[in-house]
């Protein structure tokens, strides 16, 4: 029997074993049990080839793991920033000169003090106390000069009062059929029965909505303005608030449909109310935004019918029309769906693919970061050539320094595209390396699109700016306790998200708004013109644009009806 044929890498026996005394000695075995030992050497030999290979399988899946924990305790313990550590690897020569420092620079102008006028001066006089009006050596008294060495003090005064509605009352002529006693009309109120008053429901629903609070926050802090308030009352009064705003948001959708660039995004929102056929409380916050409309959607579920059923109703002939999204496969069953809508990838996505690849896995550290400094080469080209963009222009007539810049980003495409390809021909690429590029690759005619249309960017940070807002309300008030809630939230998200899209300040727009119901009895004013931003006259928009006018007190105004 020879061994090397078990163990081809060690020395024959009779050199490891020459000066032994049984070195040559000869053993006499049978046929039989020569095969037996043979048969059992193969077997073995087998067992011993299985178990590297299942070794090295097991290294493999070692690795990923360690990937794993590599990456998830870099999202848990690490620093959010993409650049930092990551940078810090890359080989980078030294600059000649060195950063610019932030901040306000020694030497330069500043801007001055911030002029304030639209609130009211509340003048205040400081004299001289009796003693000091006089020299002290000779005793004879100052003159007074007339004038005043004046200096402002910004102060902000909130506090709470109760209007008081005294409705007079008239003694009637005594004619037939007239009333004997008549009284003056109600005060105007957005909701019938309540006594809160326009500025209470503004401060609610901007404490909310807009500045992400928790509701019994809010309430807290009016009760040490002493002015407690019921948890019931408000949110009795927001559920009656919601069809105020139906009509405004429908406007708002209908505005939105009529355009031709959108941005898609979704987060998970909690709504802790049991429904039929829903087996947990997770929702979904959608937000479609268009250079017009923020719009929000709150749905139950992650699926495609969400936007489909939004998108359904787009006007004909608006071909195409341009969704910046990420990957998620809803949007590209949309796009099958709906043939009308074309798919724009988000490139800040395909970065993070990289910087994530390049965490979990050290080793491929600088080959990561040259893909990311492709991208960012990417978004630099491109900024190059859109402010000589022309929209009303075809790409064939654009302006000679368009051209160049295009060009430019045209080529620095392909040969990212002719990388990708020669990369994944080569057999021993690395897994996470294969996975970012195939990636790369299948997705690559939405990820182009920025480039023949300019109008289109090139990521989809927008949306995600969008729902940055809600989150934060979601990590502070956890969701909503109700489906009627999670709908007033997304009606609210899209009002006010809207209104600062268009450059409007929101309390003043939403006490405008506010008062306006109140005047028509509780219910949406009939005409809405002044209150979509598109429909404004100027003046209308620059008026809403400043804070609301101060009248009387800063603060919430509670009724008391005595008529």
Known sequence: MDDSAAFPDAPPLAD????????????VLSKLDYIELKSQLNFYKAQHERALIREAELQRQLEQERA???DLNQRLYGRKSEQSKHSESLPTEPSATPARPRGQQPGSQGHGRTSRPHLPVKAEIRDLAEHEKCCADCGL????????????ILEIQVSSYIRKIRRKKYSGCGCPGKKGIITASPAPRVLSRNNLGVSVWVEILLDKYLYAQATHRLLSDFAHLGCPLSQGTVTGGLQRLAPLFEPRVDALRQKQLTERLFHADETGWKVFEAIENKANYRWYLWVMQSPSVVYYLMAPGRDAGVPLEHFRALEDGQFPVFLVCDRYSAYKKLAKELPIIALAFCWAHVRRDYLDAARSWPDLNAWMFEWVEAIGELYHLNKLRLPHWAEDKPLGRQ?????????????HLSQMKAR???CLQQPDLHDAQRAVLTSLNNHWPGLVLF????????????AERSLRNPVTGRKRYYGSGRVWSAQLAAIMFTVLQTMLLWGLNPRHWLTAYLTACADNGGRAPVDLAPF???EMTAARRSELDCPAPVTGMVGMQLFEDTG
């Open 16 to 27: 490891q074993y020459d000066d032994r005394p049984f070195a040559r000695e000869a053993v």
């Open 68 to 70: 794993k924990v590599r």
């Open 141 to 152: 008294p100052y003159r007074d000069l007339g004038t005043t060495e004046d200096s402002e």
């Open 399 to 411: 302006s000679t320094a368009f051209q160049r810049h295009h060009r430019a980003l045209r080529r």
């Open 420 to 422: 990708s390809e020669a």
């Open 451 to 462: 480039a023949k249309h300019p109008q289109v960017p090139m990521d989809n940070n927008q």
């Open 532 to 534: 979509l931003p598109w």
